[in-house]
């Protein structure tokens, strides 16, 4: 779920802006209850439960919202510190509230008048008399016809007579439509409080309800997110968030209203300062031992052992039971589930914790624990805290290395970036340029692409300082492919490998290497004979095992735009089983991401879902996050190609938003142009696609540029500006034609008959056709032939040859049906809905329209205006409809032209245009049109 169009509520406190999510998020079944027990015949006492910040407060005003819309009186009050020790303090101010208002006012007197008599001296039968006057006196305030709600807050607060009036007003619910809802922190239910053996009376007595409010899941912080900030967050993001906020409501407000990067793990440990004042408030209530130990815990993590916690305070066993003791009754910490340490309840009161340590105290500590023998992980991260860096560089690659191999490129990453901190100077230089190697491959693993670039940049510079001119050649190939992903074009991309031919001259496999990603750069641009030629040139070299699964990936990539679908696919299938086999996790992830895509472009949505999916998953697993990204945005694509929108939205933005690589924003931007397209929002459209255009101008790929030309040429052609939608067609069918593309030439075929069918009439179009008949038989790619009978159908159509359109256009819907491939699909209905109707054949017209518009409906998209519900297929614009009425009226081009200050030449345009839609070819039957349907 992305909430795009909301944006955060905001407002000032002090000098800090606050934010607050505009939805109430991950509350559906406490608001389901709720309206069950506002709808029941009587009420009962309903408690709010849950610790601070999980937004007791926002629900409670949610359901007294509701309760007003459906009749309810509302009378609310709120405890306060140290409201314990003054009888009847929230009392009082419903006294208040009912003294407002002239219907109650006499009540209120009387409740205040009989708290003022109240004195710490009385009888336990007058405090019963006074409780059940109290009582009596709240009750039936109101008028007894209507149902009536009190709310009291923060009842962990609330005094022992508050209490009881509580609990007497829950007995009278039984009888009346009275509803009391209480709410209290689950967290600060002290012991020796008032609140805590009276709430278990009434639940053990079955007075009253309790419901705990959970914190968010993580896809309920990112819905929150999303809400708050206006945009999805990028996934790591979103988690990180999580995990620092713990998924309660408040924090995640908190987090996003600093200006701190929500991405901050433990090396920053910053909380907002709203927050870490609350913790450390409460902490000072702590006696000094047991916040000593807290701050040695926090040391150690949100989590930490029993056993490495008293090695590290070096107290009593028994002074470490009685200070654990008091931080769990304070809500501190949390026994963990196995039982062997303990856990911090919130990750924020950790890093509260850890933030109030002073320097030296914190370095000292950081240092006792790293010589306890902990994992290099973890070991590293203390030494470099301690200051002391060669521990820390040691442990943390050997930590990074073993990351690496078990697939955990985020983790292998900040283990390098410590290691890279933590440098000793004394080291060699090949070992500096090894370690920048190392880093630069796990920051391409989880897409952080310009820093990988620029290490990749600096190891390349010391190995030639070095003389190391075939260990500089080996990193080329990886090197340019991370400038792919920020967009370098073609010719700088093939520049820059073959001059590293010559430093690889006397290593064949660095060369054939270097081959294999010639091959891919070539096959990128879809130029097929350079990318074979240079696969072959591979291969004759003698790559090894990786290097051949990647071979074999990128050719059978181009044999499957070549049109031999069957062997690339076996191809592609073969790499991906033997990769996965081999553990090549780079070579698996990029054999999945050539097949899943390239069926994306083709047409061959069936086997692009059965690709992409479990592509996904294993890019996702191995932490392959490029990857991963640029196939999600590929599933976008065929989300939005088979008519899932919905899907397809929530797929492409959360694809651009996590994206690191130029490659998925383009994809996900294109999809998103294309959902706008559909939907009508012609102003998005515009900015997606042009967008997407920019970034592909730099790069100068095919694959990246036609796309996004295509649905500027269909935006074109719903705005009836046909010049510029043919234009952009010859534009696309130049680029293919220059490399002899079919796939990304084929929805231009369609596109390109309309526009020269409304602007000049079928002698354009079927020279059109011709052109583009050509490229795609010459490749005979099966998921682009239907382009062809579609477009013939529609110029026959246009051409007065009904049947012949009938029976194309029946191939073509037949067609696209298979491939569920829905913009066709859909559109072809209409086409088909025309020509019955031109047939004089209304009910089958009827029957076309029909499914049309269920079509659409099922997408989330509007039904195309050339389309009415009673099987009409033309909607004219309203120039439109001003020129057929001339044209009714009997007035040549010429003057039609005179008579709205147009040039003849447009109204020549908006004539065929009419005939077009209408599917006529005379202007005698537009004059019929026009006498029949707006008289």
């Known amino acids: 779920m992305v909430l795009g169009s909301v944006r955060p509520l905001t407002w000032e406190r002090g000098e800090v802006q606050m934010v607050a999510s505009p939805v109430l998020v991950g509350r559906e079944d406490l608001l389901a209850l709720a309206d069950r027990r506002l709808s029941a015949p009587t009420g009962e006492a309903l408690f709010l439960a849950g610790e601070a910040g999980i937004g007791k407060t926002r629900l409670l005003g949610e359901i007294v919202g509701r309760a007003r819309s459906l009749g309810y009186e509302v009378l609310a009050a709120g405890a306060s510190p140290g409201d314990t020790e003054v009888a009847g303090g929230p009392l009082a101010d419903l006294g208040t509230q009912l003294r407002r208002h002239p219907g109650t006012a006499a009540a209120g007197e009387r409740l205040g008048q009989r708290l003022r008599e109240l004195t710490d001296g009385d009888a336990a039968s007058q405090r019963r008399l006074l409780v059940a006057d109290l009582t009596d006196l709240l009750a039936h305030s109101y008028d007894p016809a209507r149902p009536l709600l009190i709310t009291m807050e923060d009842l962990h607060w609330a005094d022992d007579l508050t209490l009881d009036v509580l609990a007497r007003l829950a007995q009278h619910a039984r009888t009346i439509r009275l509803l009391v809802i209480g709410t209290y922190r689950s967290d600060e239910l002290y012991p020796r409080i008032p609140m805590r053996q009276w709430r278990t009376r009434l639940l053990t007595q079955r007075l009253a309800e309790e419901v705990r409010l959970p914190r968010l899941r993580p896809d309920e912080t990112a819905v929150m997110a999303a809400a708050i900030t206006g945009a999805s967050l990028p996934t790591a993001a979103s988690e990180a968030l999580h995990a620092r906020s713990d998924g309660i409501p408040l924090h995640v407000e908190e987090f996003l209203a600093t200006p701190a990067d929500p991405m901050l793990g433990a090396e920053g440990d910053q909380v907002p300062d709203t927050l870490a004042e609350a913790v450390l408030a409460r902490a000072a209530t702590l006696t000094t031992p047991t916040r000593a130990l807290a701050e040695v815990a926090s040391v150690l993590g949100r989590s930490f052992d029993l056993d490495l916690l008293t090695t590290m305070t070096g107290d009593e066993p028994a002074a470490v039971d009685e200070a654990l003791r008091e931080l769990t009754e304070q809500f501190f910490v949390r026994p963990s589930p196995d039982g062997a340490g303990y856990t911090f309840r919130h990750a924020l009161i950790r890093d509260a914790l850890y933030s109030g340590i002073t320097p030296l105290r914190r370095r000292a500590l950081h240092a006792r624990a790293a010589g306890t023998g902990l994992p290099d992980a973890l070991a590293s991260d203390h030494y470099e805290r301690a200051g002391r860096f060669d521990e820390a560089f040691r442990h943390a690659r050997a930590a990074a290395r073993e990351a690496s191999a078990l697939s955990a490129h985020r983790e292998?990453?900040?283990?390098?970036?410590?290691?890279r901190r933590t440098w000793p100077s004394r080291l060699p230089r090949s070992?500096?340029?090894?370690?920048?190697?190392?880093?630069?491959c796990e920051l391409t693993s989880i897409d952080e692409n310009e820093e990988a670039a620029a290490c990749y940049a600096e190891a390349y510079d010391v190995r030639l300082e070095l003389d190391d001119k075939a260990g500089a050649a080996a990193l080329v190939g990886d090197w340019v492919a991370v400038r792919h992903l920020l967009g370098a074009d073609l010719e700088t991309r093939t520049e820059a490998l073959r001059a590293a031919l010559p430093l690889a001259a006397d290593h064949p496999r660095t060369c054939a290497e270097l081959h294999a990603e010639l091959a891919a750069a070539y096959m990128l641009d879809r130029r097929l004979d350079e990318a074979l030629a240079s696969g072959e040139q591979a291969r004759a070299l003698g790559v090894e095992d990786r290097a051949l699964c990647h071979v074999d990936a990128t050719v059978g990539s181009v044999l499957l735009f070549a049109g031999r679908t069957e062997e690339g696919t076996r191809l592609l299938r073969d790499a991906i089983t033997r990769a996965t086999g081999l553990r090549y996790e780079v070579q698996a992830a990029r054999s999945y991401r050539m097949l899943g895509t390239s069926m994306s472009v083709l047409v061959e949505y069936d086997e692009a879902e059965r690709t992409l999916r479990p592509g996904i998953a294993?890019?996702?697993?191995?932490?392959?996050?490029?990857?991963?990204?640029?196939?999600a945005a590929h599933l976008a694509h065929v989300q939005w190609a088979t008519?899932?929108?919905t899907a397809a939205t929530t797929t492409a933005r959360q694809a651009?938003?996590?994206?690191?690589g130029i490659t998925t924003e383009i994809t996900a931007r294109h999809v998103l142009g294309f959902l706008a397209l559909g939907r009508g929002s012609y102003e998005e459209a515009l900015d997606q696609l042009t967008r997407a255009e920019r970034l592909g101008s730099g790069m100068r790929e095919l694959q990246r540029l036609s796309p996004a030309w295509w649905g500027l040429a269909e935006l074109a052609l719903a705005t009836g500006d046909t010049a510029t939608a043919i234009a952009r067609c010859d534009q696309g069918f130049a680029a293919s034609a220059a490399v002899g593309d079919a796939a990304y030439l084929f929805p231009y075929v369609v596109t390109g008959t309309r526009a020269h069918l409304a602007a000049t009439g079928p002698t354009a179009a079927r020279a059109w056709l011709t052109r583009t008949t050509d490229l795609l038989r010459s490749r005979g790619i099966p998921g682009t032939m239907?382009?062809?009978?579609?477009a013939r159908g529609l110029i026959q159509l246009q051409e007065g040859r009904t049947g012949k359109a009938r029976d194309s256009l029946a191939v073509a819907a037949a067609f696209w049906r298979s491939r569920r491939r829905f913009w066709e699909g859909a559109a072809v209905l209409v086409d088909q809905a025309r020509c019955a109707r031109r047939s004089r054949r209304p009910g089958e017209s009827a029957a076309f329209v029909?499914?049309?518009t269920r079509m659409y409906s099922a997408a989330g998209a509007p039904t195309p205006a050339e389309v009415r519900s009673d099987g009409t297929p033309a909607l004219l614009s309203a120039r439109e409809i001003e020129v057929a009425r001339l044209i009714a009226a009997g007035l040549t081009n010429r003057e039609i032209a005179v008579a709205l200050t147009i040039a003849p030449k447009t109204a020549a345009a908006h004539a065929e245009h009419i005939r077009t839609k209408l599917g006529v070819s005379r202007r005698a039957q537009i004059a019929t049109w026009v006498t029949t349907t707006m008289a």
């Open 643 to 645: 008519g899932d929108w």
């Open 431 to 440: 070992d500096w340029a090894g370690l920048l190697t190392a880093l630069a």
């Open 850 to 852: 029909e499914e049309a």
């Open 786 to 790: 239907g382009a062809l009978d579609h």
């Open 656 to 660: 651009l938003a996590d994206g690191g």
């Open 618 to 631: 294993y890019a996702q697993q191995v932490e392959l996050f490029n990857d991963r990204h640029y196939m």
């Open 412 to 419: 292998a990453a900040e283990l390098y970036r410590r290691a």
